[in-house]
Each structure stands twice: as structure tokens, then as C-alpha cells.
């Protein structure tokens, strides 16, 4: 599930970046409608995909929890920047071009920093110091 959530943020970051530059720009988008359905529905299942993803994530990773680390603080920006992405999307899809000034900026420009957080994460060392891997460990679902 973690490829699929990474091929959603890359697909709602491209469709929501042509759609910010086309309004910063006043030009025409070619293929405007597509572009933004794309971006809806890749919305749509990030809404759904994403909180089952982190939940099962945070679970089986739970142990990064109890320390300040680079993993720690990158994913916890991820999980803040994401939900707020949702909620202010949600926003604009309901009000369109009515929505709230800040809750469009808001969500332009949390999509760059979830962007970032998820390079950071996962460039992140992942090993704990002073605890032994364990390779009988059952794995969980979100390491596939």
C-alpha cells in the first residue's frame, strides 16, 4: 500500500501544481477538466487510502515513538501535513471558488512540505541503537 500512496501524492502534487500555476498565471490549462477530475478523484482515494495507511503504519512502527529522531519528526509532519491537505480539500472541492483565502493557501502550500517530509522519511536512518533486529518478527502489511 505504500507504493500506492506514493504514486497518489506524486499524481495529486503534479495535477494540483498545473492547477496553482494555470490560476497564478491567468493562462488556460489544456485538458483543465481532466487535470482537475484526476486531482479530485486521486483525492477521493487519498481520503480513504491515506488514514488506513498511516494507522496500520504508525502500529507497526510504534516504537519510534518513544524517541526524537529524524523518522519521528519527518513522519509526524507527514501525518499533520496530510490531514490537513484532506480537510482543506475537502473544503475547496464544497465551496470551490468560495472557499476560504487561507484554506487554498493552506493546501498549496502543505503539498511541497508533504513532499518534502516524505523524502525525509525515508531517507531517515531506520535502525534503533542498542536494539537487535529481529528477523523472525511477523511483518506487517504496510512493508509491502
Keep these: ?33 481532466l487535470n482537475s477530475l484526476l486531482h479530485i478523484y486521486g483525492g477521493f482515494f487519498f481520503l480513504v487510502l491515506f488514514p488506513l495507511y498511516a494507522w496500520d503504519h504508525v502500529r507497526a ?40 483565502d487561507w484554506s487554498r493557501w493552506l493546501h498549496d502550500w502543505l503539498t511541497p512540505l508533504l513532499a518534502l517530509a ?10 534503533l541503537r542498542g536494539v537487535k533486529s529481529q528477523p523472525d518478527a511477523p511483518r506487517s502489511s504496510t512493508e509491502n
Design 61 to 100: 512502527n510504534r516504537h519510534w515513538l518513544s524517541r526524537l529522531s529524524g523518522v519521528t519528526i519527518s513522519g509526524a509532519l507527514q501525518l499533520v501535513a496530510a490531514l490537513v491537505l484532506l480537510l482543506t480539500g475537502i473544503v475547496l472541492l464544497i465551496y470551490g471558488e468560495y472557499a476560504w
Design 1 to 33: 500500500m505504500r507504493k500506492i500512496i506514493v504514486v497518489l501524492v506524486a499524481l495529486l502534487a503534479l495535477t494540483g501544481s498545473a492547477i496553482v500555476a494555470a490560476r497564478a498565471y491567468d493562462v488556460v490549462l489544456p485538458g483543465r477538466k
Design 118 to 127: 516524505l523524502a525525509l522519511h525515508y531517507l531517515s536512518p531506520k535502525r
